[in-house]
């Protein structure tokens, strides 16, 4: 499968228009918003970046992970949130201006932090026979990733009303991108998908629940309000499957290491409605000490 024309140029453009699309929803105003919430983005940004690899890199060692798939959870693990945090953030009552911050300034962080990341586990793992994200494939990731973003935000800031009327579609268009990805991903390990779904299909279980948890987890240590600790759980347990698909097909060239992705975009669906109907349904009954929270924080 990563030898075909969908993978080498279709994935990576497909990829750059969803990232542009996440431009358009994207002002500087986003970036801004850090200073007056410093305590909850530093506080998410930690767990994410920092946190949530180490949790990886621990499930991929007890569940005695094949190299190229322990890479393709490392992978997923360094990949940040994306357009789809913001939906089930909105569907739980999150609040969706910081995880739009969020999401902004972890794709800028990402584009950094995934060829660091995914090297690392090259290295560690043993991998460099199969795989080598060398400079000129690091400068193709933070392309793909930076660049789209940057172009949709001048756009948006020139033509509002063209990035309004494209929100839509750019969404639709990534949840189709995904599931033919997902799709042909799984398609292209056919002949060893069941032995990959038995090794990977509980490590990216347990990572999810996992990831969902600590961020819902964190924001209560730090004492934010219940809709920024629901946008935290969002953001740190859902990941941008089509960046970690992209890298692993068509800067990796490696089928194997994206099945991680594929299965984690599967069961990701399943997991993060009912993880958000958990954490949602008791009523609220401290409007008011979290209102005044939320005054702290601003």
């Known amino acids: 499968m990563q ?9 990576p453009i497909a990829l750059a228009i969803i990232m542009f699309g996440l431009g358009l929803s994207l002002t500087p105003g986003d970036f801004a918003r850090v200073a007056r919430t410093p305590r909850a983005v530093i506080g998410i940004l930690a767990v994410q970046i920092l946190v949530l690899p180490v949790i990886a890199f621990g499930l991929v060692l007890v569940f005695d992970l094949p190299p190229l798939l322990a890479v393709g959870v490392m992978l997923l693990a360094a990949s940040p949130g994306g357009t789809t945090t913001n939906l089930f953030s909105h569907l739980f009552r999150g609040d969706v201006a910081l995880n739009i911050s969020l999401t902004a300034i972890n794709s800028v962080l990402a584009a950094f932090t995934i060829p660091l990341i995914t090297n690392l586990a090259i290295g560690h793992f043993d991998a460099d026979g199969a795989l080598g994200l060398q400079f000129t494939k690091v400068v193709q990731v933070i392309a793909l990733v930076l660049a ?10 020139r033509w509002s009303g063209f990035a309004r009327s494209a929100d839509r579609p750019v969404r639709i268009f990534s949840i189709a991108v995904l599931v033919v990805v997902t799709t042909g991903a799984i398609i292209a390990e056919r002949d060893n998908v ?17 990831s969902l948890s600590c961020g819902f987890g964190a924001a209560l240590l730090l004492r934010l309000t219940r809709p920024q600790a629901v946008a935290a759980s969002m953001e ?13 097909l068509s800067v990796l060239d490696n089928a194997m290491v994206a099945v991680p992705a594929a299965v984690y975009s599967i069961v990701m669906y399943i997991l993060t409605p009912a993880f958000g109907w958990v954490i949602t349904r008791e009523p609220r009954t401290a409007t008011a000490d979290d209102d005044a929270v939320g005054l702290r924080e601003s």
Not at 236 to 248: C, E, K, Q, R, Y
């Open 236 to 248: 740190i347990g859902v990941h941008n499957t089509t960046i970690a698909l992209t890298i692993a």
């Open 148 to 157: 789209p973003v940057a172009i949709g935000m001048v756009v948006r800031s």
């Open 194 to 210: 069941v032995d990959y779904a038995r090794q990977v299909g509980v490590v990216v279980s347990l990572f999810c629940l996992i």
């Open 3 to 11: 030898d075909s024309v969908l993978i080498s140029t279709g994935l």
